[in-house]
């Protein structure tokens, strides 16, 4: 069509940053993403935080990838789309030859539903492997495993309109206003208009300034926390006997197990003032409508899923799950990294949580996709890195990830990655994890495709292009599609990401009643959504929980692996900041952004930075059994002497550098909040 010159368009599409998944109306002039706003109506209600109201100039960079490139005599090359293509169809028949463990993909929270989709039926089908997983597994795959065991579904389980009738809020584990600030600008709101704050953290967040009551918090306590919560609650005799009696079950050996508890123990392993513990768990219980909002400060430890449990168990013993404005809420870090987990980018879960071990599952599937499926639970992220080290993973495939930053134990990655024998890499940028690369491809952002994505609060939103893909870049699922044609595997004949959206609504019960054809005329649909014309649950587990019965879990504490000792006497905790998202790929080719936040720091309480001598601005170096770094210093007293922080953000020697260890028996989560670690100036 004729575009004269100035030609301008509105387009409303999705924030392609954190989970709360704010509506974003671009203003489009010549092809270029000139401006942003939001508007009412939607789950930010007009808020924009900085990212999304701001760091839109990574669409058009100049750094963009625009064609394919392969990696020859060391040095990434041009290439056509038939040259990479065929080459990465050769070495994954070539991978196949090995056995299934030999093909690992790693698929991405940043892209669409439908590219989740399409890139795990992929590793499964073509791939013959259920080596498939994503970063969700460095965030919530805790609470997968814990909100699955206790109520039958791992998501969030209110809407976030219903912060506004809420009379009680616990805040634990998450720095809202910083990492889901439109959800923490909603929570200050609602203080002002009079309900009760609790916030536990260790560090003293904004939040902790409107706080009722504040519960600073050894990093790692989170299990003792909620125990001394609900000890507090059965002392004051608070609990709700009815709902226990009417919807839970396992509370006699809860009570058994509580009874062994005392609030003044838990309080001693927390490090707070037991009367403070008391107050607020009388507080929470007293209320009528409460909701937990929790996020990595619960989930990111070897004990995660207990913490999570420990959630559950809280909400049921005082009735506060399953009404509207009482629940616990799971705050996802990514824009999709929801839908990611409910697409099946998982390796013991088909979308829709049906699991590879479920014989009848598989058999569903193996009809839907006229496939021979694997039957077995594939390796998690953190097990498909050390393969691919040790060469057990001879193929793997990163769609939208860069393992090199996010990941726990960088210099581990990187020998893994070094050692790798293929790896293709589809991304929009260069990454520190391109550099391992063998074979990049070029794939759209946000603003160049249709699809979905899933919010935190199970809301499945539009996504609509805005503008053109620069050079010969593709969707995600269209090269993927490329690349089992050229492996002469039928199925992924698509033709839009609405015709992937009906397949995936074919398969994935939650998911039934869900199309484009209903979100573009306007259809606001929260999961579950089993029919046509259902607009699905604003919150979850309403007079049945999704097992039945909700289930008391006993989660004792257990302190982390890392503790300080003489060689390592400080606790580092990471994080994320408002500026950046994630591994920065985007937000760092916003130059306002940059201005204000283009160096990693080391926070750093006063009073500890005077002991060795160091001033704010000095640069320190950090070390933990796993690597060492170097940043600046920035004085904060509200950390605790004995804990420093870092944010995660930053590659070429960040953060991860120095995380690792044993990771959650059940969820396979490395402990990425606490880091025994030394400083020197
Ligand atoms: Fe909204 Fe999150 Fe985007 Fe900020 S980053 S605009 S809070 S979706």
């Given at each position: 069509k004729f575009k004269p010159f100035g030609y301008t368009?509105?387009?409303?599409?999705?924030?392609?940053?954190?989970?709360v998944g704010c509506t974003l109306n671009l203003k489009v002039v010549d092809n270029k993403i000139t401006d942003v706003f939001s508007t009412e109506g939607n789950v930010n209600d007009n808020l924009l935080c900085v990212k999304g109201r701001f760091a839109y100039d990574f669409v058009s960079s100049p750094d963009r990838l625009t064609t394919p490139l392969i990696r020859k005599d060391g040095v990434l090359q041009e290439a056509s789309w038939e040259e990479a293509i065929s080459l990465v169809a050769q070495k994954l028949k070539e991978a196949k030859q090995e056995g299934p463990q030999a093909v690992a993909g790693l698929s991405s929270a940043r892209c669409t539903n439908e590219d989740n989709y399409v890139f795990q039926k992929f590793i499964r089908t073509v791939g013959e492997s259920n080596n498939v997983d994503h970063c969700a597994r460095l965030c919530h795959a805790s609470t997968v495993a814990g909100l699955a065991k206790s109520f039958g579904s791992g998501a969030m389980t209110n809407s976030i309109e219903e912060i506004d009738v809420m009379d009680v809020i616990l805040v634990s584990g998450s720095?809202?206003?910083?990492?889901?600030?439109?959800?923490?600008?909603?929570?200050?709101?609602?203080?002002?208009?009079g309900a009760a704050l609790i916030v536990a953290e260790p560090r003293k967040i904004e939040l902790a300034n409107y706080a009722d009551v504040y519960l600073q918090i050894k990093p790692g306590t989170n299990v003792a926390l909620f125990?001394?919560?609900?000890?507090?609650?059965?002392?004051?005799?608070l609990e709700d006997k009815t709902f226990i009696n009417e919807r839970t079950e396992g509370f006699e050996a809860f009570l058994e197990f509580m009874d062994t508890l005392t609030v003044e123990k838990c309080a001693e392993i927390c490090g707070v003032d037991p009367e403070e513990m008391r107050k607020a768990g009388v507080l929470y219980a007293t209320k009528d409508r409460g909701g937990i909002f929790y996020s990595m400060g619960v989930t990111q430890f070897s004990t995660g899923t207990d913490g999570v449990m420990s959630t559950a168990n809280l909400a049921m013993l005082t009735g506060k799950i399953g009404r509207e404005g009482c629940g616990v809420n799971p705050l996802r870090g990514q824009n999709n990294v929801q839908g990611a987990c409910d697409m099946g980018?998982?390796?013991?879960?088909?979308?829709g949580y049906q699991k590879t071990a479920n014989p009848e599952a598989v058999e569903k599937f193996e009809k839907a996709w006229d496939a021979k499926l694997p039957?077995?639970?594939g390796k998690t992220l953190t097990e498909i890195i050390d393969g691919v080290g040790d060469k057990t993973i001879k193929f793997l495939y990163v769609m939208g990830e860069n393992p090199m930053v996010s990941d726990p134990n960088t210099n581990h990655v990187k020998e893994s990655l070094e050692n790798a024998n293929f790896i293709v890499v589809q991304d929009i940028f260069l990454t520190e994890t391109t550099e391992y690369a063998d074979v990049v491809l070029p794939a759209h952002v946000y603003a160049e495709k249709d699809g979905t994505f899933t919010n935190t609060e199970r809301r499945i939103q539009l996504l609509r292009k805005a503008v053109d893909a620069p050079g010969v870049a593709k969707n995600d699922w269209e090269i993927i599609g490329m690349i089992a044609k050229e492996m002469g595997v039928k199925g992924f004949d698509f033709n839009s990401a609405s015709e992937i959206m009906e397949e995936i609504s074919s398969v994935t019960p939650s998911y039934t009643g869900v199309s484009h054809e209903r979100l573009s005329n306007g259809d606001r649909i929260q999961w579950p959504c089993l029919s046509k014309d259902s607009e699905g649950a604003k919150f979850l587990h309403a007079g049945k929980f999704t097992r039945g019965l909700g289930a008391f879990m006993i989660a004792d504490y257990i302190p982390p692996e890392d503790q300080a000792d003489d060689e390592y006497p400080l606790i580092l905790m990471t994080g994320r900041i408002l500026e950046h998202y994630h591994t920065r790929t985007m937000t760092k080719r916003t130059p306002g952004i940059e201005a204000i936040a283009g160096d990693a720091f080391v926070e750093i309480n006063p009073a500890k930075a005077l002991e060795y001598g160091i001033a704010e601005?000095?640069?320190?170096?950090?070390?933990s059994p796993r690597g060492s770094v170097s940043a600046k210093t920035r004085f904060n007293d509200g950390i605790m002497e004995n804990n420093l922080f870092m944010p995660f953000h930053y590659g070429d020697g960040g953060a991860n550098c120095l995380t690792g260890g044993a990771v959650d028996p059940i969820a396979k989560i490395p402990p990425l909040k606490v880091s025994k670690v030394r400083i020197t100036k």
């Open positions: 368009k509105h387009v409303q599409t999705v924030c392609p940053y954190c989970g720095n809202t206003t910083e990492t889901h600030p439109v959800i923490g600008a909603k929570i200050k709101q609602r203080k002002a208009q125990n001394g919560l609900m000890r507090a609650i059965l002392d004051a005799g980018a998982l390796p013991g879960d088909l979308p039957q077995n639970t601005g000095d640069m320190i170096h950090v070390t």
